[in-house]
């Protein structure tokens, strides 16, 4: 279906729809360029392990939660695998509104449930309710603690975490780097020294997709998300979208930053 001028300004107005892609008819409701492909590929790579992993009776038996879901168009793209239940979980109220406002003038009806709220307060808002499947895409790199994330989803998250998130590039960890980290611990008995590497940048909560306060936001490498997934107690990280796999399929040069998918 075609919105007319008034759905186009109200859409306009509630705006910008910054990482969905809200589809109906010959009309596409999206905003940054840069960013194009980017949650056709998420969307995909989803269903794509979650097909993977389980049957469409296991799926059907599972419920999933979605951590920082924006307008929620993530989940509902998934929508029509059979999950038992779905919630998307949104600090924003403001970004629950947007899609709401785009379901209703692209005659969009979704099975998704929405929930104000956030990773610092995930227990009252999920009423202690424990998830099969955890999504959380485009998160990890807009707080200040990506270790503390991991801990706060990792009580939600009953079977699998599907993780998506910009990604230090790890061949920034040279040998001084790894000397000065001096990865000595018991820990490291019997396994490969593994260190990772962070960067900080400050970031407001200016953009409907940002930090929800003013923070210094950590960029972690994949080697510090996957040890932060296991002090947080997910267990088999393990890389489903390497940062060239992901941009040759998502960004196609337009956004030069490095990120990757993972699965604990
Ligand atoms: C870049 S957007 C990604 C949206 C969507 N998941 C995707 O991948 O396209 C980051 C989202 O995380 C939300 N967010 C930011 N800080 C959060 C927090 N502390 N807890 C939960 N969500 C948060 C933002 O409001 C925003 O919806």
């Known amino acids: 279906m075609q919105p007319s001028l008034a759905d186009i300004e109200a859409l306009n107005a509630h705006g910008p729809y910054n990482d969905s892609v809200w589809t109906a008819g010959g009309a596409v409701l999206t905003h940054e360029e840069a960013l194009s492909g980017r949650g056709h590929y998420l969307a995909k790579t989803l269903r794509e392990v979650l097909t993977a992993r389980f049957t469409r009776g296991e799926l059907a038996e599972m419920s999933i939660a979605d951590i920082g879901c924006y307008d929620g ?104 780097a790894r000397a000065g980290i001096e990865p000595r611990d018991v820990v490291y008995f019997g396994r490969a020294k593994t260190v990772g590497m962070s960067g900080n940048k400050l970031e407001s909560s200016y953009y409907d997709g940002s930090a929800t306060g003013l923070e210094v936001v950590s960029i972690s490498s994949f080697e510090t998300i996957a040890l932060s997934c296991e002090a947080a107690g997910f267990s088999a990280p393990k890389l489903e979208a390497d940062p060239d796999a992901y941009r040759r399929a998502a960004w196609k040069g337009r956004r030069p930053f490095h990120a990757v998918i993972l699965t604990a």
């Open 73 to 176: 168009w993530i989940p509902h793209e998934v929508s029509d695998l059979p999950f038992r239940k779905m919630v998307g979980v949104e600090p924003r109220l403001k970004n629950i509104r947007k899609g709401e406002l785009a379901r209703k003038v692209f005659g969009i009806d979704t099975r998704v449930e929405f929930r104000v709220g956030g990773l610092e307060n995930l227990e009252q808002c999920l009423g202690g309710e424990v998830f099969d499947i955890v999504v959380s895409t485009g998160l990890l790199h807009h707080v200040e603690s990506p270790a503390e994330a991991l801990r706060a989803m990792r009580p939600r998250c009953g079977r699998l975490l599907f993780l998506e998130t910009i990604a230090l590039d790890s061949r920034k960890i040279g040998d001084r």
